[in-house]
């Protein structure tokens, strides 16, 4: 069978599961009936490894998950404020064996992801307008991380990789636009940064920052949609990336690089994808743009004891199979590009086909009615 890429985005639900029964608690700053903590960061700190944390509506503190994997698990309407006094919120330094998820969180600062060895889920988080952001400081900054997967996020001030494997879905990322405001000002800022990072995306949208001009004609630029120093990519599904413009300057390449000379980056686009800008080139030099149709994979979490299921509309004609399991250490299979990050003795097929116009190939699994796969 000749080879083909395979970028998988594996049902979260049983992807982050674990099949021990992890001990809840129960966060609220309203110290309602049954509560366990009063703030986030109080059970961050206490709550043992592999603990869920089911948060309550309201205003939180920043917290920091260190060297042990959590759940967290918010009721709508959580808000972890910006606290001028404290730290932003950051997970770090978890193990291969320590899986954390942070789902439901709208944060008004930073979230810091770094120096994990262990999967990381970010779903469903909203970043607000507030705190203090400029063209130079990322709302979601991922570094040293070995397997990130963000899923369904609104970011409309930057988000920074580096050095990381990161696989987005469904997202928003928009670049902030240039400003002028008093004594300080900069330029547009792109709607992903990255550098030396293995970076998927998929059925996204990703925003430059646009331009200024001010009134003394001094031009303060507009932001690729996509900006990079090194490393790969692979753009799949309906992903659209549009570069800033607008106020009369000149516009940027979709694709760009921040210094030049620069390393070369491949970059695998499925027929699907949209990069958009007034620019005469799509992408600076440095990008190697391969289009070919790439399969992929798209699901959604699911309650215990309902059905999770999982799609793969493409590439029409080819042989594709869907598996569902725990992660484990990267196995990788000749002729196919990237690595499955499943352990293959707590795994299963989910379905086997051929994709046709119209009718993607749909698996599905129960996901089992037990407090751990909360």
């Not at 309203?30 to 059970?43: C, E, K, L, S, T």
């Not at 988000?159 to 900069?186: I, K, M, P, R, W």
């Not at 793969?312 to 569902?324: E, H, K």
Request: net charge negative; hydrophobic share 45%; with cysteine.
């Amino acid at each position: 069978m000749p080879g083909f890429p395979f970028t998988a985005v594996l049902p979260t639900a049983l992807v982050f599961a674990s099949p021990a029964l992890a001990q809840t608690y129960v966060v609220d700053v309203n110290v309602g009936p049954g509560f366990d903590y009063q703030q986030i960061r109080g059970a961050a700190l206490h709550a043992p490894d592999g603990a869920t944390l089911i948060v309550r509506p309201g205003v939180y503190a920043p917290f920091t998950i260190d060297g042990k994997g959590l759940t967290i698990l918010a009721d709508p309407g959580v808000t972890v404020a910006h606290n001028p006094l404290a730290s932003d919120t950051e997970i770090r330094n978890t193990g291969p064996a320590q899986r954390t998820v942070l789902r439901g969180l709208a944060f008004e600062r930073q979230l810091v992801v770094r120096n994990c060895d262990g999967p990381v889920l970010l779903e469903d988080a909203t970043f607000l307008p507030g705190g203090l952001f400029n063209a130079y400081t990322a709302h979601l900054h991922v570094n040293l991380c070995d397997q990130v997967f963000v899923r369904g996020i609104d970011n409309g001030g930057t988000t920074l990789v580096g050095t990381s494997t990161v696989v987005f879905e469904d997202c928003v990322l928009h670049g902030l636009n240039a400003y002028s405001q008093g004594g300080d000002q900069g330029p547009g800022s792109p709607g992903l940064a990255c550098y030396q990072s293995d970076v998927t995306l998929v059925d996204c949208d990703v925003n430059g920052g646009s331009g200024v001009v001010l009134p003394t004609n001094q031009m303060l630029e507009a932001a690729p949609a996509i900006s990079a120093i090194g490393g790969r990519f692979a753009l799949l599904g309906a992903t659209v990336a549009t570069a800033g413009g607008g106020n009369g300057i000149a516009t940027v390449p979709v694709l760009g690089v921040q210094y030049v000379p620069a390393p070369t980056v491949p970059v695998r686009i499925d027929p699907q994808v949209q990069l958009a800008t007034a620019h005469p080139t799509v992408a600076d030099p440095e990008f190697q743009l391969t289009t070919r149709p790439l399969p992929h994979v798209t699901g959604q979490s699911a309650a215990v004891g309902a059905t999770l299921t999982a799609s793969a509309p493409g590439p029409i004609g080819q042989f594709v199979i869907l598996v569902v399991g725990l992660p484990g250490a990267p196995i990788v299979l000749p002729g196919i590009d990237n690595a499955f990050w499943l352990d293959p003795v707590v795994s299963a097929w989910a379905a086997v086909g051929v994709p046709q116009t119209g009718a993607p190939l749909t698996g599905s699994a129960t996901i089992p009615n037990s407090p751990s796969f909360r």
